[in-house]
Nanobody
Framework: QVQLVESRGGLVQAGGSLRLSCAAS????????MGWFRQAPGKERELVAVITSGGSTNYADSVWGRFAISRDNAKNTVYLQMNSLKPEDTAVYYC?????????WGPGTQVTVSS
């Protein structure tokens, strides 16, 4: 059974930066694609960024050039570096692991960006 635990988010001013991390339990972490999603109040959960087992990345248009996803397979951890944060980035951020189509989710962490 895979368990994901995100780091604490927080409150940051617009233009600021924040790094989230997500630690995964279990073995064979390096085989799986990992992702970050977010859900703002009243909105559907949306993809923010993904990183494949091979290290290829993809981003939502809204965060392109501001966010960066990375992974450290030795630590079973995926990161999301968020720069130039905007109030519209305010949401609960969820870590995701994709094990050949089976999805696992972390409990989520709140990120609030003040204007």
């Amino acid at each position: 059974q895979v368990q994901l635990v995100e780091s604490r988010g927080g409150l940051v001013q617009a233009g600021g930066s924040l790094r989230l991390s997500c630690a995964a339990s279990g073995r064979a972490f390096s085989r799986y694609a990992m992702g970050w999603f977010r859900q703002a109040p009243g909105k559907e959960r949306e993809l923010v960024a993904v990183i494949t087992s091979g290290g290829s990345t993809n981003y939502a248009d809204s965060v392109w050039g501001r966010f960066a996803i990375s992974r450290d397979n030795a630590k079973n951890t995926v990161y999301l570096q968020m720069n130039s944060l905007k109030p519209e980035d305010t949401a609960v951020y969820y870590c995701n692991l994709n094990s050949y189509g089976r999805l696992y989710w972390g409990p989520g962490t709140q990120v609030t960006v003040s204007s």
